[in-house]
């Protein structure tokens, strides 16, 4: 259906300077004064997605009212349109969770409150309208999350009135359950139980349970089996979501507890899943994750009060932060505000990240964050010898000083000093090898290089 006339406040941002940001641009904001925060967390906005046809880009976000399109194609030009809405089943102040993902130019929607419905949005017609082809409550009622396994076709939906089922979309318009596994299948309760959020890939399902992460085979509906599993890991929290990386080897995962750091997990060997990394914002020990993507080595994550977090994996199997754009202005707290939910995959490169309180983000991210053999690109700080085995110099940009900071590579700021002059001698010999982010700032000004320390051995 076509979108209703509302008043709506949409800010073109030439630069990021009134938020804290690295590497990442704010290209365009979008919010609805019109519609109601929910009373359980104040937020007005949940999920967001994305979509891309004809050549034109579409984000996709909910709120306590529907679920808004808005033509973001030529927002460079500051021109963003909310061309289609499709109300809720279920609406207002008592709705906190909505989850949309696409399979080809059908949109499935789902609500965690009320007496909701499955929604299936035909997008094919964009930008003129969208078509709800689908609509009712005889699959589920609600839902937390959905994942859809593209490669083969299939729903899965999380947590909500129906538990962790799986249905098949082998006609997009009429979804048919295939199994529920609470009902279906005897060892899943005692085994796995409750499922939060999932990840699936041709039949293999990453679930984020009551008890841990576990890895389940439902390639075969009729025969699922648990490949492995995770219960006792460092950092333990309410173990939330999290995305395989496309080689298939590493598992970002995110544990919905303030101060619990996200995970790197190894697993190559579903038998013995291991954690390589712990890594975070750093920047608040009430900071917390809610949702992260991998689009090849990048990790894309909504970090709530922190907002919008990026990393890069680096060919050692290291993180190293690529960059951040502070979307919230929540000060931190026992609560959930700030980012909710991240999308990567549209064709410009440009990435959407849903606020609870601010709405829905247009992001540019800086496509060289990657290591470079150069050590002062376009103008960045000049640091020599790079790589090093501990001692080094660094050529700030004048005599007027400013702050000086040095990034490991999960993010943790390692040290702080206030500088002045033009040279700064360091060293990281007390350091482990890998790559570190060296930060200059001054008001106006930040200058970004990266450094690697090496042993020699």
């Not at 529920?180 to 349970?209: N, S």
């Amino acid at each position: 259906m076509r979108a209703a006339p509302s008043i709506l406040l949409a800010l073109a941002i030439q630069t990021s300077g009134a938020q804290d940001s690295l590497n990442v641009r704010a290209l365009f904001q979008w919010t609805d004064p019109s519609l109601p925060a929910s009373l359980a967390h104040d937020n007005t906005y949940n999920e967001v997605w994305g979509h891309a046809r004809n050549g034109r880009e579409y984000a996709i976000i909910g709120s306590t009212m529907g679920t808004h399109f808005l033509d973001i194609t030529d927002v460079d030009l500051g021109l963003v349109n909310e061309v289609g809405f499709v109300p809720g089943a279920f609406q207002g102040v008592a709705v906190v969770h909505r989850d949309m993902k696409t399979f080809g130019h059908h949109l499935y929607i789902v609500c965690d409150e009320g007496p909701s419905t499955l929604q299936v949005v035909d997008l094919q017609y964009l930008p003129d309208s969208v078509v709800v082809v689908y609509d009712s409550n005889d699959l589920l009622v609600r839902a937390h999350n959905i994942f859809i396994d593209t490669l083969q076709g299939r729903m899965y939906s999380c947590g909500g009135s129906s538990q962790f089922s799986v249905y098949d979309l082998q006609d997009p318009a009429q979804p048919s359950l295939l199994l529920d596994l609470e009902a279906d299948v005897p060892w899943w309760g005692q085994t796995v139980g409750y499922v939060h959020d999932a990840y699936v890939r041709e039949g293999i399902a990453h679930c984020h349970d009551e008890d841990g992460f576990s890895v389940v085979d439902l390639s075969d509906v009729n025969a699922p089996q648990l490949l492995g599993s995770l219960t006792m890991y460092p950092e333990p929290g309410y173990n939330h979501s999290g995305w395989l990386h496309e080689d298939g080897m590493y598992y970002a995962m995110c544990d919905e507890t303030h101060g619990s750091r996200m995970k790197l997990m190894d697993v190559s060997d579903l038998s013995d899943i291991q954690v390589d990394t712990l890594f975070g914002s750093g920047v608040d020990t009430l900071s917390i994750a809610h949702n992260a993507i991998w689009q090849e080595d990048l990790l894309h994550t909504s970090y709530y009060h922190d907002g919008y977090w990026v990393w890069r994996l680096l060919p050692d199997g290291s993180l190293m932060e690529a960059g951040h754009y502070d979307t919230s202005h929540e000060p931190h707290a026992e609560n959930y505000r700030g980012a909710w939910g991240v999308y990567p995959f549209l064709p410009s490169g440009r990435v959407l990240v849903s606020d609870m309180q601010t709405g829905l983000w247009v992001l540019e991210v800086d496509g060289s964050t990657a290591i470079a053999e150069t050590s002062r690109p376009n103008g960045d700080l000049l640091v020599g010898p790079n790589p090093t085995p501990g001692p080094f110099s660094v050529q700030l940009p004048d005599e007027q000083g400013g702050q000086l900071r040095l990034i490991d590579p999960v993010g943790r700021v390692i040290w702080t000093d206030h500088v002045m002059g033009s040279t700064y001698l360091a060293d990281l010999t007390a350091l482990a090898d890998g790559t570190y982010v060296l930060e200059f700032q001054r008001e106006g000004l930040r200058l970004t290089s990266l450094i690697m320390k090496t042993s020699g051995r």
